[in-house]
């Protein structure tokens, strides 16, 4: 038997010295691995948050990593300047609104002026016993004059609402007897037209909103039926689910040319009998619902069209106060 000489013995030892770093090394480049994974997963799921916080709460606060990853670093750093892209678009827009808003309020002040002395005209000639051919006239002028004033109110109302931060005069009051004034309110002109008004559903209904702000919005439901409606008129007030329900709907002459998905959109005049209006009505009513935290809505059935509008009931809106 061959004895294994000094040699031998120390290329055993120094080998298995190198076995043992060897694996030792490999332990701790896979822990360190494993370790940078885990962060690079956390910074990962930062990020999500981050971008879902900021989609949420539509802020422009930018993402931010603290691991000093070259791929991660990247992404942040294009994710922010795709943000800061989004950012500078949005500024834009919202200086072209503010200016829109401007433009629309001052065209509004200025046709209020001759529209006055038109009017104001019209006065002194119905006082100087004009004839009958005359008088003929006049009614014509005057019904055209008096279009020319709601359209210049529309605009005016519109551009107030979206600038406008008042606060809102929080009130409990029954949104079924409002319902019923402003129609009542409006029988000469739904007489004129031959439409009654038939009455479906209607309990006593108790809200608690901006009482100002809720009689324009019934208002200008009511006015949108007397222009657009071909028949009689359907109003039901309820309640259901904690918000008051105001729902009037009216028979139209032609109802493909109405895409009820569209008819709160400004300046929108779907169907032919709209094309004299500013399409701001619905525009209106479904600005001042919101700012009260309710919605508006529009369904087609059939020939008939019918326009909801939900405002919290006194149970959720007294928190609001």
């Given at each position: 038997m061959q004895i294994p000489g000094f040699c031998d013995l120390c290329f055993i030892s120094i080998g298995g010295i190198t076995m043992k770093y060897t694996v030792a090394l490999l332990c701790l480049m896979l822990f360190v691995t494993v370790a940078l994974l885990i962060h690079i997963k956390r910074e990962l799921r930062l990020l999500s948050e981050q971008l879902k916080k900021?989609?949420?709460?539509?802020?422009?606060?930018?993402?931010?990593?603290?691991?000093?990853?070259?791929?991660?670093?990247?992404?942040?750093?294009?994710?922010?300047?795709?943000?800061?892209?989004?950012?500078?678009?949005k500024q834009t827009l919202e200086q072209e609104e503010k200016q829109f808003r401007e433009t629309i309020a001052n065209i509004s002040h200025d046709l209020r002026t001759p529209l006055t002395s038109i009017k104001g005209y019209l006065q002194l000639l119905e006082k100087e016993n004009p004839s009958e051919l005359q008088k003929s006239r006049m009614t014509v002028i005057k019904k055209h004059a008096d279009e020319l004033g709601d359209l210049i109110e529309h605009f005016f109302e519109y551009s107030y609402l979206l600038s406008n931060d008042a606060e809102l005069n929080y009130e409990r009051f029954c949104l079924t007897d409002e319902t019923a004034e402003c129609i009542a309110a409006a029988a000469m002109q739904l007489e004129e037209k031959g439409f009654d008004v038939i009455i479906g559903e209607f309990g006593r209904v108790m809200v608690t909103a901006d009482r100002e702000k809720t009689v324009r919005i019934i208002q200008n439901l009511v006015r949108n039926c007397i222009h657009h409606s071909v028949?009689?008129?359907?109003?039901?007030?309820?309640?259901?689910?904690?918000?008051?329900?105001?729902?009037?709907?009216n028979p139209v002459k032609d109802p493909s040319d109405i895409q009820p998905e569209k008819l709160f959109d400004r300046f929108y005049t779907g169907d032919k009998s709209r094309r004299k209006s500013t399409g701001l009505g619905l525009s209106i009513i479904k600005l001042l619902s919101e700012q009260m935290h309710g919605y508006a809505q529009a369904a087609l059935d059939g020939n008939r069209l019918s326009i909801t509008v939900e405002l919290p009931s006194n149970a959720q809106s007294d928190s609001l106060m």
């Open positions: 900021r989609l949420r709460d539509g802020s422009r606060n930018y993402v931010h990593v603290t691991l000093l990853d070259h791929s991660v670093s990247r992404l942040a750093s294009d994710m922010n300047k795709c943000f800061v892209q989004d950012d500078q678009v028949g009689d008129i359907t109003v039901n007030v309820t309640e259901s689910d904690g918000m008051a329900k105001l729902t009037i709907s």
